[in-house]
């Protein structure tokens, strides 16, 4: 990849383009939006700093879900989150069965709230998610497997 100088009204398209995304997937990661935040920003000055040039949209979109991943992995790795209280700061939701699911994501281990993501909410495909992962089909289908038998073993006792 070429590195070339970004305007500010391309940093704002890509911004405006892939925030929901990268947010929607940095709390999937971390279930907890002042995480989320962090890890969000962290991805987009990523971005600006390095100022890549992409072959593609679809490579500027997997590069930032990569970054994002990686930002998230590095948040779960740090001596400062394992040093301190979480802050309790989930969203609330309207039906009993979204807090239900939202408490069950958030139980899941970070690399199967990954693929549940990427594969449900993004509309990933399992050889899409692989590649963005850099993991084999197969872990990614066991990976999917396994986290919805969580989930519904999680969400059985809810019932």
């Known amino acids: ?14 911004v405006r383009e892939y925030a929901n995304m990268v947010y929607r997937l940095a709390f999937a990661q971390v279930r907890s939006r002042s995480d989320a935040d962090d890890i969000f920003q962290e991805v987009f000055l990523r971005y600006v ?18 970054v994002t991943i990686n930002c998230a992995k590095k948040h779960w790795a740090s001596l400062w989150r394992r040093r301190t209280e979480p802050f309790d700061d989930r969203y609330a939701f309207s039906l009993p069965e979204e807090n239900g699911l939202d408490e069950a994501l958030r139980k899941l281990k970070p690399k199967y709230r990954a693929v549940i ?32 038998a969580r989930l519904s073993e999680m969400m059985e006792g809810e019932l």
């Open 117 to 148: 993501h990427l594969f449900y909410y993004e509309g990933y495909s399992v050889s899409e998610i692989s590649k963005i992962l850099g993991v084999k089909e197969s872990t990614v289908r066991t990976q999917l497997t396994r986290a919805r």
């Open 49 to 66: 700093r390095n100022a890549l040039v992409f072959q593609s949209e679809e490579h500027r979109k997997a590069w930032l879900i990569r």
């Open 1 to 14: 990849m070429d590195v070339e100088p970004l305007s500010t009204e391309t940093i704002d398209s890509v």
